[in-house]
């Protein structure tokens, strides 16, 4: 997991981080793994907006646990595809629900935007409405930026 601040960023020219302009350099996500991009304000920390990438359902569940009280206002899911160039599949979540009693790999359930029912770690529909215990539902929260 890792956490972007201006001391990670590349040489960015001065005109543009007073636009507010940030980039990655680069970011390697080994394919066996799904991968997510969190974006969180937490409270306590004068509502800084973080943004972190996250590569295991334990990861996961412990940084959302940590934010409660705070709001998580982005939540996508990465996984490679199957075969030799492996892309990768996006798919925004609105909620992440775990079930603590199954093993890492299969604990976490995920609702997806304008849909009903939960769908499991390989995001396919279950019969259950809900499992286990809501960790996070992404907020309707605006970001303003100066």
């Given at each position: 997991m890792f956490l972007t601040f201006a001391g990670l960023?590349?040489?960015?020219?001065?005109?543009?981080?007073?636009?507010?302009f940030q980039y990655w350099d680069a970011a390697v996500l080994p394919a066996p793994v799904p991968w997510y991009l969190v974006s969180v304000i937490r409270k306590g920390k004068g509502g800084r907006h973080e943004t972190l990438f996250v590569a295991s359902e334990s990861m996961l569940v412990d940084l959302l646990n940590e934010v409660q009280g705070g709001s998580v206002i982005g939540l996508v899911k990465f996984d490679a595809g199957s075969g030799s160039r492996r892309p990768w599949k996006m798919t925004e979540l609105s909620e992440v629900w775990c079930d603590a009693r199954l093993p890492e790999g299969t604990r976490l359930f995920f609702r997806l935007p304008g849909e009903a029912t939960l769908r499991d770690a390989s995001l396919m529909l279950t019969k259950d409405q809900q499992r286990g215990w809501?960790?996070?539902k992404v907020s309707?929260?605006?970001?303003l930026t100066a």
């Open positions: 960023e590349g040489h960015v020219p001065s005109r543009a981080l007073e636009a507010g809501l960790l996070a309707d929260v605006e970001v």
